[in-house]
């Protein structure tokens, strides 16, 4: 099997926050309610491509592959390739052994104050398929704190369908998020 490193790059373009910014814009104007959908569609097709890179990144630096690598090397590494490629800083930890917490004070997407479609649902679809690709099993990704809502950070929750589902519901009904980490089973 071709190590990642000897692969052809896959497509990559750099684009403009402005530009990301106007098409989440545009796609909550005129999409409505489906707008989320269709962002976090968007991200996830595009995290195979970005989970490659990050392949070839750590390849060029001798690291070897993302699941061989220690978690907390894994971590480091994953968020300096985000953040060397104007994402943002992660700080990765976790809830109750449950879900993983991906944190970050400085999230492109969520920059902007007073956003009115207050998400980052492209960034929910990149991560999903990125973490996914790692634990080489679907994930899903729920928002939970909004920078642009006032909150002092942007912090994505990372697990299975069944558990965020779970964590979801509890949060609707008004619970504090340890305690609807804490109910998961």
Same mark, same amino acid.
């Given at each position: 099997m071709p190590h990642p490193a000897d692969r052809p790059a896959p497509e990559l373009v750099a684009i403009p926050r402005a530009t990301l910014a106007t098409l989440r814009e545009v796609l909550a104007r005129d999409a409505g309610d489906d707008a989320a959908a269709r962002l976090q569609e968007a991200g996830f097709a595009g995290g195979e491509a970005l989970f490659e890179a990050f392949e070839r990144w750590l390849a060029e630096r001798g690291e070897g592959e993302p699941e061989g690598l220690a978690v907390g090397r894994f971590e480091r590494l994953a968020s300096d390739f985000?953040?060397?490629?104007?994402?943002?800083?992660?700080?990765?930890?976790? %809830?109750?052994?449950? &879900?993983?917490? %991906?944190?970050?004070s400085d999230w492109w997407e969520d920059e902007q104050q007073g956003d009115a479609h207050g998400g980052?649902? /492209?960034? &929910?679809?990149? /991560?999903? $398929? *990125?973490?996914?690709?790692?634990?080489?099993?679907?994930? $899903?990704? %729920?928002?939970?704190?909004?920078?642009? #809502?006032?909150? #002092?950070? $942007?912090? *994505? /929750?990372?697990? $299975?369908?069944?558990? %965020?589902e779970h964590v979801y519901e509890r949060l609707a009904e008004g619970e504090e998020l340890e305690a609807a980490v804490a109910g998961v089973e």
């Open positions: 985000f953040r060397e490629r104007g994402w943002g800083t992660l700080t990765v930890g976790a %809830l109750n052994d449950a &879900v993983v917490t %991906l944190d970050s980052c649902d /492209l960034t &929910v679809g990149v /991560l999903a $398929s *990125f973490f996914g690709r790692v634990a080489s099993q679907p994930l $899903s990704v %729920l928002q939970v704190e909004y920078r642009a #809502a006032g909150d #002092a950070r $942007s912090r *994505f /929750l990372l697990g $299975s369908a069944e558990v %965020l």
